[in-house]
């Protein structure tokens, strides 16, 4: 797969064209599939792909797909990329949800934890006032324990340090 993806990119396929039936891009499409390679969507990525759309037709964005990925077990590998590609952690769909709220929704603590280590913002209302936080009050305590392990390392463990 990731050699035809190659070729496709090499022959100046259009990397955000949409799917008819289902409005996907091919970076929708990537992180959709059942086969999916973090190698297709960098070079998706690195070839112009719109790191931003949010599919009308299911209200998705690369950034939910890839958050909703995150579990224990798998990193955050997808989501790190598309920040690296100046992703919109906090853009927000039609509703005025952000992934953080998407998550919050469904209680994923992985994909909340790494979406605020990257610098998501809890505070966001939706079009109906509700926050991640209201959504999900015990986000609050991943708040904290992210906020506390982001300021233990940045400060110095000694003056020598400094």
Same mark, same amino acid.
């Given at each position: 797969?990731?050699?035809?993806? +190659?070729? !496709? /990119? ?9 799917? #008819?039936? %289902?409005?996907?891009?091919? *970076? ?9 390679? &973090? ?7 690195? =070839?112009?792909?719109?790191?931003? &759309? ?10 939910? *797909?890839?958050?909703?990925? $995150? %579990?224990?077990?798998?990193? =955050?590998?997808?989501?790190?990329l @598309? @920040?690296?590609?100046?992703?919109? /952690?906090?853009?927000?769909?039609? +509703? ?7 998550? =919050?929704?469904k +209680? &994923? $603590? ?5 979406? !605020?280590? #990257?610098? =998501?913002?809890?505070? /966001? ?7 991640? @936080?209201? /959504? ?6 991943? $708040? @904290?324990?992210? %906020? ?11 003056m020598?340090? %400094?």
């Amino acid at each position: 797969m990731i050699k035809m993806v +190659k070729i !496709l /990119i090499e022959k100046n396929v259009r990397v955000n064209a949409k799917d #008819h039936r %289902t409005e996907a891009t091919p *970076l929708i499409a990537a992180l959709l599939s059942p086969y999916y390679e &973090y190698e297709i969507l960098e070079m998706l990525l690195n =070839a112009g792909a719109a790191v931003d &759309y949010v599919n009308k037709r299911t209200d998705d964005s690369a950034l939910l *797909l890839a958050a909703q990925r $995150i %579990t224990a077990d798998s990193g =955050a590998d997808a989501l790190k990329l @598309l @920040l690296r590609h100046d992703a919109n /952690i906090n853009m927000t769909d039609r +509703k005025g949800q952000t992934a953080l709220h998407k998550m =919050a929704e469904k +209680k &994923y $603590i992985f994909a909340a934890r790494a979406l !605020l280590e #990257h610098g =998501a913002r809890a505070d /966001i209302p939706n079009k109906q006032g509700k926050t991640a @936080l209201t /959504i999900w009050p015990e986000l609050n305590q991943t $708040i @904290l324990s992210t %906020t506390q392990s982001s300021l233990q390392s940045s400060v110095p463990l000694s003056m020598d340090e %400094t």
